[in-house]
T-cell receptor, first 115, second 112 residues
Framework: GAVVSQHPSWVICKSGTSVKIECRSLDFQATTMFWYRQFPKQSLMLMATSNEGSKATYEQGVEKDKFLINHASLTLSTLTVTSAHPEDSSFYIC???????????FGPGTRLTVT | QQQVKQSPQSLIVQKGGISIINCAYENTAFDYFPWYQQFPGKGPALLIAIRPDVSEKKEGRFTISFNKSAKQFSLHIMDSQPGDSATYFCAAVYNQGGKLIFGQGTELSVKP
């Protein structure tokens, strides 16, 4: 149980275009979903926290107009990287928690490369 | 105060040996301490976790030791295997559904 999927697993896009990444909880309802980015050999950096039906809460320094997060249902959250640039190339990982729990379940990650 | 400091940054252990990774925290409001294992190109996976009212938790070859007074906790991997080679992250949370505060990570390499 507690499986989280991400789609796509990798994506290459041209500079200036937008990319949408989906995060789904497959066998549970996720009250809260989290989005992280991870650069090579570094730790996970929390970008934002999203609750179903409400606006995402962004961490300090994360551009909310660039990284659009939508948590439309209890099983789906999306991250859209708008007007992507090479410096946005990274590994994006989502996690979900079931509500009233400490445990977060992570997706497999999405490798974004902006050329 | 929100930081979790992890050491060492990298660790090389012989097969069959014990791998030990240490973490320290400042915020006494943290009340859940998980360890995650991450393989290259994959998302982190929960390995084992502990609450501060317990001094030790063991699951198979993995043990967490927790020292509340010192605000430190550590992961011990007994009988380390080459398949354990991965990056390990400690983390801390201070309320249910709250943010994970990650340590910097330890890249473990187990040599055959």
């Amino acid at each position: 149980g507690a499986v989280v999927s991400q789609h796509p697993s990798w994506v290459i896009c041209k500079s200036g275009t937008s990319v949408k990444i989906e995060c789904r909880s497959l066998d549970f309802q996720a009250t809260t979903m989290f989005w992280y980015r991870q650069f090579p050999k570094q730790s996970l950096m929390l970008m934002a926290t999203s609750n179903e039906g409400s606006k995402a809460t962004y961490e300090q320094g994360v551009e909310k107009d660039k990284f659009l997060i939508n948590h439309a249902s209890l099983t789906l959250s999306t991250l859209t990287v708008t007007s992507a640039h090479p410096e946005d190339s990274s590994f994006y990982i989502c996690s979900a928690e079931t509500g009233g729990s400490y445990e977060q379940y992570f997706g497999p990650g999405t490798r974004l490369t902006v050329t | 105060q929100q930081q979790v400091k992890q050491s060492p940054q990298s660790l090389i252990v012989q097969k069959g040996g014990i791998s030990i990774i240490n973490c320290a925290y400042e915020n006494t409001a943290f009340d859940y301490f998980p360890w995650y294992q991450q393989f290259p190109g994959k998302g982190p996976a929960l390995l084992i976790a502990i609450r501060p009212d317990v001094s030790e938790k063991k699951e198979g070859r993995f043990t967490i030791s927790f020292n509340k007074s010192a605000k430190q906790f550590s992961l011990h991997i007994m009988d380390s295997q080459p398949g354990d080679s991965a990056t390990y992250f400690c983390a801390a949370v201070y309320n249910q559904g709250g943010k994970l505060i990650f340590g910097q990570g330890t890249e473990l390499s187990v040599k055959p």
